[in-house]
C-alpha cells in the first residue's frame, strides 16, 4: 500500500502560507508538479499514492473519479493563485506525474496545463514534461499533448527483458519503449526520457547490458537508472519474504550503477545526478533541478508535496477526500512544516551534493568538514573541485552517497 504521510503541524483550510514564504519570491524559480494518482494495475514494487479501479470502487464515488479528475485538479490550481496573491512568477516548469498520467485523455491533460498558463503564466522557456506507460499512448495522443504545449516526455521503460518485466508486473512488451522514442519525436518533443530500474530479482549483469544498449539505442537525450528499493507493504516484498524471488544485495546494485555509467558515458550522456544522465546541458530535467535545489514547487493532486520558501505541505492521499476539501472551498493540504534555517542547511546538502557540480564547503559544520576532508582522502570526493571550495563525488562516491553525506552534515 502507498506510504504513510510525515507527521506536522495542521494546514489552515484556506492554504494560506506565512507571509515569510514569498519574500524573495521573484529570485526563486516557480515549478507546479500535477500527480494523477490512476494507474490501470498496481506494480508489485510501487508504494507511490496511486489507485487502480478495483482499489477505488466504493471508496470514493463520482469524487474520485478519472472522468472529472481534470476539473478536480484545476480547482487547486485557481487555489494556489488565491494562496500566492500578487506573486507574478511565471512558471518555469510543469511536471505531470502519478501513477499513469496517460491513462487519462490528452485533452485532459492539456486542460490541466492550460489552466497554470491562464493562472500564472508560463515563461518562454518553460519546461512542460508528462510521464507515460509505452502501452498508454501512441501517435495521435503523443501528437495531441505536443500541439498542446507539452515539450517533453518520460516513458516507463525499467527493462528491455520480458522475465524482468513480469517481475516487476509491468505490462508493456519489450521494444515498446524504443518505438515511443521514435514516435514522441516524430510528434515534435524536443526532449525524451527512458527510466529503467536496475537490480530486479533475477536480472542478470548481461540483461542489464541488454537494457542498457536497448534504452540508448532508442535516442533519448535523458535515461534515468534507479536501484529497485523493495519497500515494505508491496506485492514484491512479499514474494521475497515468502521465497518466491531472491533478494538482489548491495554489491550487484553497485555493479550494475558502474555498468550504467560506463554505458551512458559511451554514448555520450554525461551524469548530472547520481541517477540521471542526459546528452547535453538542455536535456536535463530542470523541474526535478528545482526539487534538488530547494527552489519553489506546488504540488497538486491526492497526495502531492509542496514547497514555497521554507514552507512545505502535503495533501490528504485519497482521491475522494481530495476532491471533497476542494468542492467544499477548503485546501486539500493535510499537514506542513515550517522549515528552519538548519533543516534547511541540512537538505541543501543532501540533495546538492548527489548533482555534479557538488555543495559549497561553506555549508558544513566543523565536524563535516572534518568527514569531508577523509572522504577526500579516501577518493570519495574530487580534488580540484574540493580544492576551489565544493564537494563533488567521484564514481567512487556516488556509489556511497548516502554513507558521505550521512558524515557531512554533522
Same mark, same amino acid.
Not at 534538488?292 to 520558501?309: E, F, I, L, T
Given at each position: ?34 500527480? /494523477? ?11 507511490? $499514492? ?17 472522468? $472529472? ?90 527493462? =528491455? ?51 542498457? =544498449? ?30 518466491? /524471488? ?27 545526478? /547520481? ?12 523541474? $526535478? ?69 557538488? /555543495? ?6 566543523? =565536524? ?34 548516502? =554513507? ?7
Amino acid at each position: 500500500m502507498p506510504s504513510a504521510l510525515p507527521d506536522g503541524e495542521p494546514m489552515p483550510e484556506s492554504g494560506a502560507l506565512p507571509a515569510y514564504a514569498l519574500q524573495g519570491a521573484a529570485d526563486r524559480p516557480l515549478g507546479f508538479y500535477l500527480h /494523477v494518482p490512476y494507474c490501470a494495475t498496481r506494480c508489485g514494487y510501487c508504494d507511490f $499514492n496511486t489507485y487502480t479501479a478495483t482499489e477505488l470502487r466504493g471508496s470514493g464515488g463520482v469524487l474520485a473519479s478519472r472522468d $472529472n479528475y481534470a476539473d478536480t485538479l484545476t480547482d487547486e490550481i485557481r487555489l494556489a493563485r488565491k494562496v500566492l496573491g500578487d506573486d507574478t512568477r511565471p512558471v518555469r516548469t510543469v511536471f505531470v506525474g502519478g501513477g499513469t498520467p496517460t491513462l487519462l485523455a490528452a485533452a485532459d491533460l492539456v486542460r490541466m496545463l492550460d489552466a497554470v498558463r491562464e493562472e500564472f503564466g508560463l515563461a518562454d522557456d518553460a519546461e512542460i514534461t508528462t510521464e507515460a506507460n509505452p502501452e498508454s499512448v501512441d501517435p495521435a495522443y503523443l501528437a495531441e499533448l505536443r500541439a498542446g504545449g507539452f515539450n517533453r516526455i518520460s516513458f516507463g521503460m525499467q527493462s =528491455a527483458k520480458q522475465h524482468v518485466l513480469q517481475v516487476l508486473d509491468r505490462t508493456h512488451t519489450p521494444g515498446r519503449p524504443e518505438e515511443c522514442v521514435a514516435e514522441a519525436r516524430a510528434a515534435g518533443f524536443d526532449h525524451v526520457n527512458l527510466d529503467l530500474i536496475y537490480g530486479t530479482p533475477g536480472e542478470s549483469d548481461d540483461d542489464w547490458r541488454a537494457t542498457l =544498449a536497448a534504452a540508448v539505442g532508442a535516442g533519448p537525450d535523458h535515461v534515468s537508472a534507479y536501484a529497485l528499493i523493495v519497500e515494505e507493504g508491496t506485492g514484491l516484498a512479499r514474494r521475497i519474504r515468502r521465497g518466491e /524471488v531472491p533478494m538482489t544485495d548491495d554489491d550487484e546494485h553497485a555493479d550494475r550503477y558502474l555498468i550504467a555509467d560506463e554505458t551512458l558515458g559511451a554514448a555520450g550522456f554525461s551524469w548530472y545526478e /547520481v541517477s540521471n544522465w542526459s546528452t547535453t546541458p538542455a536535456g536535463r530535467c530542470l523541474h $526535478n533541478e528545482l526539487y534538488w535545489r530547494g527552489a519553489d514547487w506546488w504540488g497538486a493532486g491526492p497526495g502531492a508535496h509542496s514547497h514555497v520558501g521554507g514552507v512545505r505541505w502535503w495533501n490528504v492521499k485519497h482521491p475522494g477526500a481530495y476532491a471533497a476539501a476542494l468542492a467544499e472551498g477548503r485546501s486539500p493540504g493535510a499537514g506542513r512544516e515550517l522549515l528552519t534555517a538548519e533543516d534547511r542547511r541540512v537538505e541543501r546538502i543532501l540533495l546538492e551534493l548527489r548533482l555534479s557540480e557538488g /555543495v559549497e564547503l561553506s555549508l558544513l559544520r566543523p =565536524a563535516g568538514l572534518a568527514a569531508a576532508g577523509r572522504a577526500l582522502g579516501e577518493g570519495l570526493l574530487s580534488a580540484g573541485p574540493y580544492e576551489s571550495g565544493r564537494a563533488v563525488l567521484t564514481l567512487r562516491g556516488r556509489l556511497l552517497a548516502d =554513507a558521505v553525506v550521512r558524515d557531512l552534515v554533522d
